[in-house]
């Protein structure tokens, strides 16, 4: 369509000639945006409802969708109705929900990746369906193309599917965190700590296409460590697909008996991640063990995951488990004449898709 000036007519001003050429020329510049996608009642009226042409952005694309009608409605047979009429944002095609009858209905849920149009309140057998009974729900973005549709979080491993409608992801990885070092058991004279398991590594990455169907691996968090280990358990590595790969967190340092006073340190950062287009990095370390007296003993907490810190560090106790996806567990530590303990498990990877339309 042409376009025409917006001229702002002013009614509270003097006539000085027809206000037509102007109001119309207003009113085509503001039924581009006004009239898209717009529900109304078909002429003569029936059990369908007419939605207006519209435009979507569609991964930098112009798409001119024309005017359609929806499906023919069975109306409800015993109690009142709510349907709702939505619109793909991807193709422009409008689908019918149908609600529930009920003596007091309720409209029923907007599908994944679709934005609602309108809702419908229908009577038991009525014939036709009119402006009265609509309820135009439409929203600024509903012909805007590149919102969120919807996010997937993956816990464990499995395989992603994409939501109908997404044209691009935002995928978050991390891999599991490393645990904690165990204490060995010590003597009247000595004391123990361990280092804390560093956290597994985080990725983002951004993709528009190569993500149909993609295999999805959580990397479990470093199990438990025994005193005897040398160090804590490694975390495995998480992934979406051969796309990115986070690997895990790497195990705290045995705190072994000593007398004080001794440092342990805590584990290193573990290797980065790859894929992350928009950020890739390495987990953050574990926190170092100390014993400064025989009966003042304190064990490194495990690295901090971007979900929240690692697991706390015993004071004279087991190390706490790593929590938050991704983190490292905390050291073991032991005073005098006690018996060596477990560090804490590293907490369990995650992979979160953000689909866009």
């Given amino acids: 369509m042409t376009v025409n000036t917006f001229g702002r007519l002013d009614f509270n001003q003097p006539n000085t000639g027809s ?6 020329g207003d009113l085509s510049v503001l039924a581009r945006k006004a009239a898209a996608f717009a529900p109304h009642e078909m002429i003569p009226p029936s059990l369908s409802v007419a939605v207006d042409a519209g435009a979507l952005f569609v991964s930098g694309t112009v798409i001119e969708v024309p005017a359609q009608a929806s499906a023919a409605i069975v109306p409800p047979t015993s109690n009142a109705r709510i349907d709702r009429i939505t619109l793909n944002p991807t193709t422009g095609a409008i689908g ?14 907007i599908p994944s990746g679709q934005t609602p149009v309108a809702q419908i309140r229908l009577a038991p057998g009525v014939s036709a369906i009119t402006n009265a009974m609509l309820k135009d729900e439409r929203v600024p973005s509903a012909g805007g193309g590149g919102g969120l549709l919807n996010v997937q979080t993956f816990t464990s491993s499995g395989t992603y599917t994409p939501t109908a ?20 058991g010590t003597s009247s004279s000595q004391g123990s700590a361990a280092g804390g398991g560093s956290s597994g590594a985080y990725a983002r990455a951004r993709f528009t296409g190569g993500f149909a169907s993609v295999a999805v691996t959580v990397g479990a968090g470093g199990a438990a460590t025994s005193a005897a280990s040398s160090r804590g358990n490694a975390g495995g ?30 584990a290193e950062p573990g290797s980065p991640s790859t894929g992350g287009n928009m950020f890739n990095s390495a987990g953050n370390p574990g ?7 025989a009966t003042a003993v304190l064990a490194g907490n495990g ?3 971007p979900f929240s810190g ?46 866009y339309a």
């Fill in 19 to 24: 206000p037509v050429p102007t109001l119309n």
């Fill in 96 to 109: 019918v929900v149908t609600g529930v009858e009920a003596v007091n209905p309720v409209a029923p849920v």
């Fill in 165 to 184: 409608g997404t044209t691009s992801v935002v995928v978050e990885v991390i891999g599991g965190g490393g645990a904690g070092g165990g204490c060995a």
């Fill in 237 to 266: 590595a998480s992934s979406f697909g051969s796309l990115v790969t986070a690997p895990g967190g790497l195990g705290g340092y045995v705190g072994w008996a000593a007398t004080p006073p001794m440092l342990v340190g805590g």
């Fill in 287 to 293: 926190f170092p063990g100390f014993v400064l007296l």
């Fill in 303 to 305: 690295g901090g995951s």
């Fill in 310 to 355: 690692g697991g706390v560090g015993g004071g004279n106790g087991y190390g706490w488990n790593g929590t938050a996806p991704g983190a490292g567990g905390g050291g073991a530590s032991s005073i005098s004449n006690a018996g060596g303990r477990n560090g804490g498990a590293g907490g369990n990877g995650i992979v979160i898709i953000y689909e």
